[in-house]
């Protein structure tokens, strides 16, 4: 047996949905550069699940069904009020609100590629409104009702404020949430594709892939990102602070990436709105420390920045809870979840790899007074 610690450079499945080679990221083909400053995240979303760029009459046709999708069940915002509210994290209360709304869709354990198709315009539609809802609700605030007339971005920030928001807000969460929306076999999708090709459902799939991206290795790098911007404070601190991290040898949040080596693509993209959204804010100190960060990161161990490094400062320009940046980021990857979800359902196989025994060799039962 030859054991591939983290499965690194394993080949686990084909797909058509997404792929990294020499460091650019596609999306059915279609370079996330171009994406990133062409598409809106709902045609992101249709040519994710479809492989194709929507015509218009089909684009409008998914988001009047993700208009149409958008409520949550009453049960789940009662549920929110039972929460331990001041110690569960919101990742924790979407994991649950998700397994909970399974519970609600009388389609849920139904196998056929409609009714999974049906699910997936579901769960896309709520995954918002479980974010936004809950931010209001642990705040005391109830939760807005969804727009059928805004987009998936605008209508994700209106639930969360109660106030239209402004144009700048809208695009930046709109890019955002296209830079996210799908990576390849990254952890959290390939955990989703682990569960349903056990034939598991959609809502299984999807509670356990939240689970995955939860964590400060994957989607819970964001949030760490913006604890350590603030640790540090001021521009003079930064230079020591990392220094001596690195010097002890721990991780910088936001840096390094298993599959890309030159860099990821989609951090130029943040980068770029962390400065103007910074700018506009009169906060200028969060890019500049950031740019600082990463001057020294690349400079002594040349790691560049990830996806997660300068979406940070942006999700907190916008004025959103910090804790919410990793939920934000689920509200986009549950498209590629879902694309994958499918994708394996059409083709599935068990996946079970092995694993090679390092315990001790045979050993004999000794009745338990026995023992010593
Ligand atoms: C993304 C990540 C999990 C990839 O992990 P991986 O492929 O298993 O790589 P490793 O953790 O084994 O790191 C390889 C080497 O680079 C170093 N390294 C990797 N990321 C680092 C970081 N962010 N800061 C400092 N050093 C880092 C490791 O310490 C290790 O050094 P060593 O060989 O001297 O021990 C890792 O880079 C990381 O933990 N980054 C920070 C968390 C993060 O931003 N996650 C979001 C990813 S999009």
């Not at 705040?139 to 998936?152: A, H, I, N, Q």
């Not at 320009?317 to 919410?324: E, R, V």
């Amino acid at each position: 047996m030859t054991v591939t610690r983290g499965l690194e450079g394993v080949v686990a499945t084909t797909s058509s949905i997404s792929s990294i080679i020499d460091d650019t990221l596609t999306y059915v083909g279609y370079d996330i550069d171009d994406l990133a400053v062409n598409a809106s995240f709902e045609e992101v979303i249709y040519l994710l699940w479809h492989r194709k760029l929507p015509t218009q009459i089909e684009l409008e046709e998914l988001k009047s069904q993700l208009a149409d999708n958008a409520r949550l069940p009453k049960e789940v915002l009662d549920h929110f009020k039972m929460y331990p509210i001041d110690q569960v994290h919101p990742m924790a209360a979407l994991r649950s609100a998700v397994s909970l709304l399974g519970l609600y869709d009388q389609e849920a354990d139904a196998m056929d590629e409609q009714a999974n198709y049906n699910k997936a315009i579901r769960l896309q539609a709520k995954m918002p409104s479980i974010v936004a809802a809950f931010a209001r609700v642990r705040k005391g605030l109830e939760p807005v009702e969804p727009r059928k007339d805004l987009s998936f971005a605008a209508n994700f920030l209106y639930m969360l404020t109660g106030n239209e928001p402004e144009a700048i807000a809208v695009e930046a969460i709109d890019k955002a949430l296209v830079l996210h929306a799908d990576h390849e076999l990254n952890a959290s999708t390939f955990t989703a594709r682990v569960c349903v090709a056990t034939l598991a459902d959609v809502y299984s799939g999807i509670t356990a892939a939240i689970g995955a991206l939860k964590g400060p290795l994957h989607g819970g790098a964001n949030e760490a990102v913006m604890k350590m911007l603030t640790e540090i404070g001021t521009l003079e601190n930064v230079d020591s602070y990392v220094r001596e991290k690195l010097e002890k040898k721990e991780k910088i949040m936001g840096f390094g990436h298993r599959v890309y080596r030159k860099g990821d693509p989609r951090a130029k993209h943040l980068r770029e709105m962390s400065k103007k959204l910074t700018e506009l804010t009169g906060e200028p100190h969060w890019y500049e420390m950031s740019t600082q960060i990463e001057a020294i990161v690349t400079g002594e161990k040349n790691l560049p920045p990830n996806v997660d490094f300068y979406s940070a400062s942006v999700y907190h320009s916008l004025g959103i809870d910090h804790d919410l940046f990793t939920p934000i980021f689920a509200v986009s990857r549950v498209s590629g979840w879902l694309a994958h979800i499918l994708e394996q359902y059409e083709n599935n196989r068990l996946i079970r790899p092995r694993a090679e025994y390092t315990g001790p060799g045979m050993q004999k039962y000794v009745p338990i007074g026995l023992r010593g």
